[in-house]
T-cell receptor, first 113, second 118 residues
């Protein structure tokens, strides 16, 4: 089982639609959670952190459910420019005193006119 | 803005060749990382470094080595390239004490080096 699992998609939605992605993680010791965005043939960039109480940044809302070990990302009023791959990222202990970031393989979103 | 620069965008090498991938960051970050990205597998951590001359193995270090002689530079070395090392290689850096206080998770990535081994 992968440490971080995402539906690869693609999710094909019209402009203006609301779309949600989920991600599950296997390590209950994970402490920090993030969504990154990766455009085609580009490097990943941090989209937003995910806090326990849930958080919102404009049209984007992230939620965390520790009990079920899943994270979600909701995008409202989708724009053409939202087309990208969204990577779920989770921190996990690595060795005695460090942590590392584990990346999901991503969910691809296509927003059509 | 943070800039992470990888020396080569595209490389084609032959099996058995030695390959150097260079990465330089200009923001005085302590932590630097090498990942490879393959379809369906996501980004996988090869090696990382949290200080000059320090290095730690990631999840898939076999067949790779690294060098960090200066704070701003982190090199990935393939001693004898093999076809299964054909991949996109991404370097990243982070200013946070990510490895010990993982609350901040911003990694700054370079544009990637696409390596093909024939």
């Amino acid at each position: 089982r992968k440490e971080v699992e995402q539906d690869p998609g693609p999710f094909n939605v019209p402009e203006g639609a609301t779309v949600a992605f989920n991600c599950t993680y296997s390590n209950s010791a994970s402490q920090s959670f993030f969504w990154y965005r990766q455009d085609c043939r580009k490097e990943p960039k941090l989209l937003m952190s995910v806090y326990s109480s849930g958080n919102e940044d404009g049209r984007f809302t992230a939620q965390l459910n520790r009990a079920s070990q899943y994270i979600s990302l909701l995008i409202r009023d989708s724009k053409l420019s939202d087309s990208a791959t969204y990577l779920c990222v989770v921190s996990a202990p690595h060795g005695d005193s460090s942590y590392k970031l584990i990346f999901g393989s991503g969910t691809r979103l296509l927003v059509r006119p | 803005d943070v800039k992470v620069t990888q020396s080569s965008r595209y490389l084609v090498k032959r099996t058995g060749e030695k390959v150097f991938l260079e990465c330089v960051q200009d923001m005085d970050h302590e932590n630097m990382f090498w990942y490879r990205q393959d379809p369906g597998l996501g980004l996988r951590l090869i090696y990382f470094s949290y200080d000059v001359k320090m290095k730690e193995k990631g999840d898939i270090p076999e067949g790779y080595s690294v060098s960090r002689e200066k704070k701003e530079r982190f090199s990935l070395i393939l001693e004898s390239a093999s076809t299964n090392q054909t991949s996109m290689y991404l370097c990243a850096s982070s200013s946070s004490k990510l490895l010990r206080a993982p609350r901040t998770g911003e990694l700054f990535f370079g544009e990637g080096s696409r390596l093909t081994v024939l």
